[in-house]
C-alpha cells in the first residue's frame, strides 16, 4: 500500500500563489505516475496536473496550464503542485493521487490507485 499525504493550502487573494506538497510513504516503489485533483463544491473531480516517473514528461489541464506548475523529487518521495495567479475557480480540495506500473498518464482518476485526503485551497476575489 501506498500512503499520501498532502499540506500546503490555505486562503489566498486572487493573484497570490501557493505550493502545495505531497508526501508518499509505504511501498513507493511501486509508483510510477503521480498527479494533482481537484473538486469544487457541487461539481466533479477534475484533472490539475501529472508527473511522469522520472519528472521528464508532465501534462497539464487547460484551465491552469501557464500558471500550475508539478515537480516530484524521487529521493524525498515528494510531488508539488506550485499555484501561481490564483483564481476564485481554483477554489477547490486538492487531491495528491499516485499510479502504479502499467497506468496510462494522463486524467481519467480510475487510473489512480492511491489518493491523499486532500487540502483545501480557497481563493477569494
Known amino acids: 500500500q501506498v500512503q499520501l499525504v498532502e499540506s500546503g493550502g490555505g486562503l489566498v487573494q486572487a493573484g497570490g500563489s501557493l505550493r502545495l506538497s505531497c508526501a508518499a510513504s509505504?511501498?513507493?516503489?511501486?509508483?510510477?505516475?503521480m498527479g494533482w485533483f481537484r473538486q469544487a463544491p457541487g461539481k466533479e473531480r477534475e484533472f490539475v496536473a501529472v508527473?511522469?516517473?522520472?519528472?521528464?514528461?508532465?501534462d497539464y489541464a487547460a484551465s491552469v496550464k501557464g500558471r500550475f506548475i508539478i515537480s516530484r523529487d524521487n529521493a524525498k518521495n515528494t510531488v508539488n503542485l506550485e499555484m501561481r495567479s490564483l483564481k476564485p475557480e481554483d477554489t477547490a480540495v486538492y487531491y495528491c493521487?499516485?499510479?502504479?506500473?502499467?497506468?496510462?498518464?494522463?486524467?481519467?482518476?480510475?487510473?489512480?490507485?492511491?489518493w491523499g485526503q486532500g487540502t483545501q485551497v480557497t481563493v477569494s476575489a
Open positions: 493521487a499516485a499510479a502504479p506500473m502499467g497506468r496510462t498518464m494522463g486524467p481519467n482518476p480510475h487510473e489512480y490507485d492511491y
Open positions: 509505504g511501498r513507493t516503489f511501486s509508483i510510477v505516475v
Open positions: 508527473i511522469s516517473r522520472r519528472g521528464g514528461s508532465t
